[in-house]
């Protein structure tokens, strides 16, 4: 039987930090969704690898978030914190990690 591959939004997920009570979500950390430990997580999953993992990585958050190219998209809760990370004019913690400057957003 074929080893059934982690999806990019549940790699993602895996790394948002969801504050619930019963079935109300008050508040989502998703800090870390940038990070070196997502990626590499992200990066193990990928079947095949990539030629260029980074850009492949951002570009796959952004897809998500948007649901562009018929990919599933964010719970809107999710899809906001998200957003609050990305939006900051800083270099993405996975990139410094990586020694790859890639400047996000910037005006």
């Not at 895996?14 to 990626?39: H, M, P, Q, W």
């Not at 030629?51 to 599933?72: I, K, V, Y």
Request: include cysteine; charged fraction near 25%; hydrophobic fraction near 40%.
């Amino acid at each position: 039987m074929a080893e059934v591959q982690e999806s990019s939004i549940a790699v993602f997920r895996r790394f948002l930090v969801v504050t619930k009570v019963g079935d109300a979500i008050l508040n989502v950390d998703a800090s870390r969704v940038v990070s070196k430990e997502c990626y590499q997580h992200w990066l193990k999953t990928r079947i095949g690898g990539t030629n260029e993992p980074e850009r492949t990585f951002q570009r796959s958050l952004t897809a998500h978030l948007t649901g562009s190219d018929g990919r599933q998209a964010f719970l809107s809760e999710e899809e906001a914190a998200i957003l609050k990370v990305v939006r900051i004019k800083r270099v993405w913690f996975v990139f410094n990690a990586c020694g790859k400057v890639k400047r996000t957003h910037e005006s």
